[in-house]
């Protein structure tokens, strides 16, 4: 009884990786602010115009390895490339009947959201 050991193709294992991470990212892509949709990807003056100034701000700089093209929104590894990034966390207060909404800005721009519990 022999063992038959198959080759396993680099894309299948790319592809899987891909699915994998997309698969453990956060679901939420928008949120509201009354009535109008903040999204992954807006300028920060949007953020301003519908949601306001927010209750708090924390700020830090990160580096990653990889970069966002704007015009495409595809993401490139860039080996030996190190970019830095201006991060900022924005939590929203709307009030105790109301859930908190955590924003991280990068570079301007929204990249994520979380709700958080109620205010106060």
């Not at 899987?16 to 956060?26: G, S, T």
């Not at 708090?56 to 580096?63: C, E, M, N, P």
Request: charged share 20%.
């Amino acid at each position: 009884m022999g063992v038959t050991i198959r080759a396993i193709d680099s894309r299948k294992i790319g592809a899987f990786i891909v699915a994998v991470l997309l698969a453990a990212a956060p679901a939420q892509a928008a949120f509201r602010c009354g009535n109008r949709v903040i999204s992954v990807g807006d300028h920060v003056t949007k953020l301003l115009q519908f949601c306001g100034e927010p209750a708090s701000v924390q700020s830090r700089l990160a580096q990653r390895t990889f970069t966002t093209d704007a015009s495409t929104g595809r993401i490139y590894a860039l080996p030996g490339f190190l970019e830095e990034v201006v991060v900022e966390d924005w939590t929203y207060n709307f009030g105790p009947y109301q859930l908190m909404r955590q924003v991280r800005l990068e570079n301007g721009f929204v990249a994520d959201s979380k709700t958080l519990g109620y205010g106060y």
